[in-house]
């Protein structure tokens, strides 16, 4: 079964971090370039960070640069996202999937095949 497994996030204060995790299961791919977008209440679904699994390069919305870390994580086709300095804007269901830059790509003709979502709520 091909399908992304989302782990992390949870709930902070402001300033606080947390981190999410997605592992790419099943795909046979040449490269699994994967990342992380985002949705919160009322907003359209926006793109907060992709990794280039072809050659590393990384990729960040303005909003989350300098605070936001993507990097390849210990098991095989997975991802991690570090969020530092926690802000009440970053709230909102994060997903993660197959990415461009920070656009969703096609993946067996299903665009970004996107994880089931997490929950990330920054609040005092």
């Known amino acids: 079964q091909v399908q992304l497994v989302e782990s992390g996030g949870g709930s902070v204060q402001p300033g606080g971090s947390l981190s999410l995790s997605c592992t790419a299961a099943?795909?046979?791919?040449?490269?699994?370039?994967l990342g992380w977008f985002r949705q919160a209440p009322g907003k359209e679904r926006e793109g907060v960070s992709c990794?280039?699994?072809?050659?590393?390069?990384?990729f960040y919305a303005d909003s989350v640069k300098g605070r936001f870390t993507i990097a390849r994580g210990g098991a095989r086709h997975t991802v991690n996202l570090t969020m530092n300095s926690l802000k009440p804007e970053d709230s909102g269901v994060y997903y993660c999937?197959?990415?461009?830059?920070?656009?969703?790509?096609?993946?067996?003709?299903?665009?970004?095949?996107w994880g089931q979502g997490i929950q990330v709520t920054v609040s005092s």
């Open positions: 999937a197959f990415c461009a830059g920070l656009v969703p790509t096609y993946v067996y003709g299903t665009p970004g095949f």
């Open positions: 990794l280039s699994d072809n050659d590393g390069s990384t």
């Open positions: 099943g795909f046979t791919l040449a490269y699994y370039d």
